[in-house]
């Protein structure tokens, strides 16, 4: 079975990456005489001559047919685009999907609703006569005769209008029973690789080369639809351009960046501190500290040595002078916390 992801991403290939035109009946079929002049036997009443010209006008170049239901069954029966087979690849009625209409489509999904709040990519969308399929960030896939006339990324009215795309307000929506629905697929981002639709030009209208579409390009930054390519996947060409997301199609996806390892928090060591008066606490390292603190402010001039002598006691009580505390050479509270610099 086909996920989500899967069956949305094909349709925005039909979309973007196809030259595709509504035919009624037709899902997939490439334009040829032999279907034009097979589905006008089928549907005299919309083949009508004028009809049949505009197609006749296609043939050779590659044009697939569609209608809006059929591009839901032939996406489902594997159409790939492949010019060299019949349908474009697509098998009919396979993967357990059957020929049905749009009305009876709808009517087979399942967690039909009227409440456009909580829709996920894949999602069939319903009105009368019409149908869609929702692709996810306030966009569907439909193909119609109506704007472009032909397999067409649309904005989904009951979400909200989007700048760029036609919009339409759908009537009920809900989940096909061919498709496995999984997370939704993740949206374009800096450090993505991306393939550029063959109609695409640059973000404002300005025309394309063709050396740039085609090749694959990593994406450098995005804000809403406008997104900048700067790099093509083979590290040859560098260009700073800006294009409209909804001509890129998701090749790769950036590595996410390694979570920041936080830094130990320091240990704190709990020392009590002794009282130092001269004579006492011969070789105790505390001493060996007031020695150094004093000595760094110019008031202790011997050896640091662990011993409180008479040159410590003078260096302490000039200490304690300069700091306004009794000088009386022994290292209690206060004169610890001054020496520290508390």
């Known amino acids: 079975m086909i996920t989500s992801n899967e069956f949305t991403q094909k349709l925005i290939d039909a979309a973007k990456n196809h030259k595709t035109v509504y035919a009624n009946g037709m899902f997939g079929h490439l334009v040829t005489e032999e279907i034009i002049s097979q589905k006008t036997q089928q549907l005299p009443g919309w083949y009508t001559a004028s009809r049949q010209a505009e197609l006749r006008e296609l043939i050779g170049s590659e044009y697939f047919g569609f209608d809006c239901v059929c591009l839901v069954k032939g996406i489902l029966w594997g159409w790939n685009g492949d010019a060299s087979k019949k349908y474009g690849g697509a098998v009919y009625q396979s993967s357990g999907v059957p020929d049905i209409t749009e009305g009876q489509m709808i009517n087979v999904c399942s967690g039909v609703s009227s409440d456009f709040s909580s829709l996920v990519p894949g999602e069939f969308l319903w009105m009368q006569g019409h149908c869609g399929i929702y692709i996810g960030d306030g966009l569907a896939v439909e193909c119609t005769p109506k704007w472009d006339n032909c ?192």
């Open 151 to 342: 397999v067409q990324i649309t904005a989904v009215g009951n979400i909200g209008s989007k700048s760029g795309y036609n919009s339409r307000t759908w009537t009920k929506h809900g989940k096909l029973p061919y498709v496995e629905y999984v997370q939704a697929e993740h949206e374009i981002a800096a450090g993505d690789l991306v393939k550029i639709a063959s109609d695409a030009e640059y973000y404002g209208g300005a025309a394309m080369p063709a050396w740039v579409k085609d090749q694959n390009w990593y994406v450098k930054s995005r804000d809403g639809d406008r997104a900048v390519i700067d790099q093509n996947e083979a590290g040859t060409n560098s260009i700073d351009s800006p294009v409209d997301v909804k001509y890129l199609t998701l090749v790769g996806v950036a590595e996410p960046e390694p979570e920041p390892v936080p830094e130990p928090e320091p240990e704190t060591v709990m020392v009590e501190l002794l009282t130092l008066r001269r004579g006492e606490n011969r070789g105790n390292t505390q001493i060996g500290t007031v020695q150094t603190i004093l000595k760094a402010a110019g008031l202790y001039t011997m050896d640091v040595d662990n011993s409180y002598g008479p040159g410590t006691e003078t260096a302490v009580k000039k200490f304690q002078a300069a700091k306004g505390l009794d000088a009386d050479g022994v290292v209690g509270i206060d004169t610890w916390t001054a020496l520290l610099g508390g």
